[in-house]
């Protein structure tokens, strides 16, 4: 029997993929539709539950294939809002976070795609910590099947949004999203999911071939070079000109608007000047500017308010921008992303 760690991550297996390991095992096809049932849509934990599985077939998967597991490690729930944050540990021991998100449309799931970050954003809590590795697409499948089942909610959209840079693990990520939308699976509409990236341009152009149909969420947070440089240091890779010349593409070959979000940080980004070049950069681009008051962390001195993000708010749409602030959610709970598995490495 092989060792857990040399047996076939099941859940990363897209459909086509199990059918061809089924085949390849000498089962019929249709055991690999049983199985992706059983995994996908009723979500046993084991392949001892199959039931509709011989029992020596049961056997031969137990021997090729694992099925992985997260394990809940803390669940914090907001007291002001319906907001749960998890604190998840990963089988080889490392540690991730998942935010579980009440709206007016339903609940909203902010996953993590991997284990820490090398972006290095100034502001950011996730890049302290350090980068470890890429998450498995059944790792970041497995943080929306185990959110729901802990917390008895269904998740109807997905937010990319949680640690870790998606289009630096941009083949991980594709198979999750493959996975997510299968219809012989959990069968969600790409058109809920959003995507959020610090601007790995290459991976824009190459997503946008694709037309899944996600939206796409921008973390621009600067409007010229020099300023976005000094917080984002991927903008001395692919500058935020490049990075804006990506999104006008992205929007023509996939009709879907982008959405840009911007970190108002108290007297670094957030004058009218600021405001203008901001307006100048998008001019003619259908879009939409996500504010968000910066989540104040422990390493940094960068703060704001919600009067600052309404002054902004205010000179953008007198610029004819639409812009909207984001809601503050779970602020009781540290939802802020990275902040958890932080403290977690520090102990
Ligand atoms: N790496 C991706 C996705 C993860 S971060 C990206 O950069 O887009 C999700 C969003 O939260 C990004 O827009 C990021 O810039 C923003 N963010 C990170 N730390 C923040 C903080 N302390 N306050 C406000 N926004 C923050």
Same mark, same amino acid.
């Given at each position: 029997?092989?060792?857990?760690?040399?047996?076939?991550?099941?859940?990363?297996?897209?459909?086509?993929?199990?059918?061809?390991?089924?085949?390849?095992?000498?089962?019929?096809?249709?055991?690999?539709?049983?199985?992706?049932?059983?995994?996908?849509?009723?979500? &046993?934990?084991?392949?001892?539950?199959?039931?509709?599985?011989?029992?020596?077939?049961?056997?031969?998967?137990?021997?090729?294939?694992?099925?992985?597991?997260?394990? &809940?490690?803390?669940?914090?729930?907001?007291?002001?809002?319906?907001? *749960?944050?998890?604190?998840?540990?990963?089988? @080889?021991?490392?540690?991730?976070?998942?935010?579980?998100?009440?709206?007016?449309?339903?609940?909203?799931?902010?996953?993590?795609?991997? *284990?820490?970050?090398?972006?290095?954003?100034?502001?950011?809590?996730?890049?302290?910590?350090?980068?470890?590795?890429?998450?498995?697409?059944?790792?970041?499948?497995?943080?929306?099947?185990?959110?729901?089942?802990?917390?008895?909610?269904? *998740?109807?959209? &997905?937010?990319?949004?949680?640690? #870790?840079? !998606?289009?630096?693990?941009?083949?991980? &990520?594709?198979?999750?999203?493959?996975?997510?939308?299968?219809?012989?699976?959990?069968?969600?509409?790409?058109?809920? *999911?959003?995507?959020?990236?610090?601007?790995?341009? !290459?991976?824009?152009?190459?997503?946008?071939?694709?037309?899944? #149909?996600?939206?796409?969420?921008?973390?621009?947070?600067?409007?010229?070079?020099?300023?976005?440089?000094?917080?984002?240091?991927?903008?001395?890779? /692919? @500058?935020?000109?490049?990075?804006?010349?990506?999104?006008?593409?992205?929007?023509?070959?996939?009709?879907?608007?982008?959405?840009?979000?911007?970190?108002?940080? @108290?007297?670094?980004?957030?004058?009218?000047? /600021?405001?203008?070049?901001?307006?100048?950069?998008?001019? #003619?681009?259908?879009?939409?500017?996500?504010?968000?008051?910066?989540?104040?962390?422990?390493?940094?001195?960068?703060?704001?308010?919600?009067?600052?993000?309404?002054?902004?708010?205010?000179?953008? %749409?007198?610029?004819?921008?639409?812009?909207?602030?984001?809601? %503050?959610?779970?602020?009781?709970? @540290?939802?802020?992303? #990275?902040?958890?598995?932080?403290?977690?490495?520090?102990?």
């Amino acid at each position: 029997m092989l060792e857990v760690n040399q047996k076939i991550d099941i859940l990363s297996l897209e459909f086509h993929e199990l059918e061809e390991e089924i085949a390849r095992i000498g089962e019929k096809k249709f055991r690999a539709k049983q199985i992706f049932e059983w995994l996908h849509i009723k979500r &046993v934990t084991d392949f001892d539950s199959m039931s509709n599985l011989s029992s020596s077939l049961r056997t031969k998967l137990n021997e090729m294939f694992c099925i992985k597991s997260l394990f &809940v490690v803390k669940n914090l729930e907001s007291n002001i809002d319906n907001t *749960v944050k998890y604190l998840y540990k990963l089988p @080889d021991g490392n540690h991730i976070e998942t935010v579980l998100m009440e709206y007016n449309h339903g609940n909203s799931i902010c996953v993590s795609t991997q *284990v820490g970050c090398k972006m290095g954003c100034k502001f950011c809590a996730s890049t302290i910590a350090g980068f470890k590795r890429n998450l498995e697409p059944s790792e970041i499948l497995l943080q929306i099947y185990e959110s729901e089942r802990n917390s008895g909610r269904k *998740v109807s959209s &997905v937010v990319l949004m949680g640690i #870790g840079e !998606p289009l630096d693990n941009y083949d991980n &990520v594709l198979k999750f999203l493959n996975l997510l939308s299968s219809k012989e699976g959990t069968n969600m509409s790409l058109r809920h *999911v959003s995507l959020s990236t610090c601007g790995i341009v !290459p991976k824009i152009y190459e997503l946008a071939k694709l037309k899944l #149909g996600l939206t796409l969420s921008i973390s621009l947070h600067a409007s010229n070079n020099l300023k976005r440089s000094e917080i984002m240091p991927i903008n001395n890779k /692919y @500058d935020v000109y490049e990075l804006i010349e990506a999104s006008k593409h992205y929007f023509n070959e996939t009709g879907r608007r982008i959405s840009f979000e911007y970190s108002l940080i @108290d007297g670094v980004n957030d004058t009218k000047e /600021y405001a203008k070049e901001l307006a100048q950069l998008l001019k #003619g681009m259908p879009s939409h500017i996500n504010l968000i008051p910066v989540n104040q962390i422990k390493e940094s001195n960068y703060k704001s308010s919600k009067k600052a993000a309404m002054i902004f708010q205010g000179y953008l %749409t007198e610029l004819g921008l639409n812009a909207t602030i984001r809601r %503050t959610l779970g602020s009781d709970i @540290d939802a802020a992303c #990275g902040q958890l598995r932080r403290e977690q490495e520090k102990n």
